[in-house]
């Protein structure tokens, strides 16, 4: 039982440089999310996804950008790497909208550290 | 974006004891969920609060929905070392989909 799978799990990365961060999940789930955590910050919405074909914004999405060519798959791409992006990242996806008695459900975290 | 405060920030106490986590707002949020993070992996959904004066107990854990929907709390009785971890709540808004995030508390149990 996979659940959302992150890869990779570390990486550093030079200024200026980009990267993918990969996410899949195996539970048929519409809804997809990118957070970032900072230490004593607590979680922020990056980018969401209600379906193939379909993205949006969240509350800090600058710097970043996603797609969501199939149901499984959710990459969030980095262009430009940047020190303020340093932060541990987290995907999660749930079968219905926030409101209902369904989970998110997050994969393990990608640690970027940009030097 | 609706803001969420958790308190305390950290807490430390021993095995057997109580303690009580809250998480506090200004807005009126259509449901509220907990979760439970330890080091290395996601956040685990341990609860969703619907109803204004809502209680759930899980095991040793009580959580309650304030009234007004704007607050809840979280209680743990006879903390286990297997408590561990940090404690997040996230507020569902009435419109969008974006879960709103507390910064969480950190709850260190010590044998």
Request: charged share 15%.
């Amino acid at each position: 039982n996979a659940g959302v799978t992150q890869t990779p799990k570390f990486r550093i990365l030079k200024i200026g440089q980009s990267m993918t961060l990969q996410c899949t999940q195996d539970m048929n789930h519409n809804y997809m999310y990118w957070y970032r955590q900072d230490p004593g910050m607590g979680l922020k919405l990056i980018y969401y996804s209600v379906g193939a074909g379909i993205t949006d914004k969240g509350e800090v999405p600058n710097g970043y950008n996603v797609s969501r060519s199939t149901t499984e798959d959710f990459p969030l791409r980095l262009e430009l790497a940047a020190p303020s992006q340093t932060s541990v990242y987290f995907c999660a996806s749930s079968d219905s909208r926030p409101g209902s008695y369904q989970p998110q459900h997050f994969g393990d975290g990608t640690r970027l550290s940009i030097l | 974006t609706q803001l969420l405060e958790q308190s305390p920030q950290f807490l430390s106490i021993q095995e057997g004891e109580n303690l009580t986590v809250y998480c506090n707002s200004s807005s009126v949020f259509s449901s509220l969920q907990w979760y439970r993070q330890e080091p290395g992996e996601g956040p685990v959904l341990l609860v969703t609060v619907v109803t204004g004066g809502e209680v759930k107990k899980l095991k040793r854990l009580t959580f309650q929905f304030g009234d007004a929907r704007k607050d809840s709390s979280l209680h743990i009785t006879a903390a286990q070392t297997g408590d561990t971890g940090l404690y997040l709540c996230a507020g569902v808004p009435n419109s969008g989909y974006a879960l709103n995030f507390g910064k969480g508390t950190s709850l260190l149990v010590t044998p």
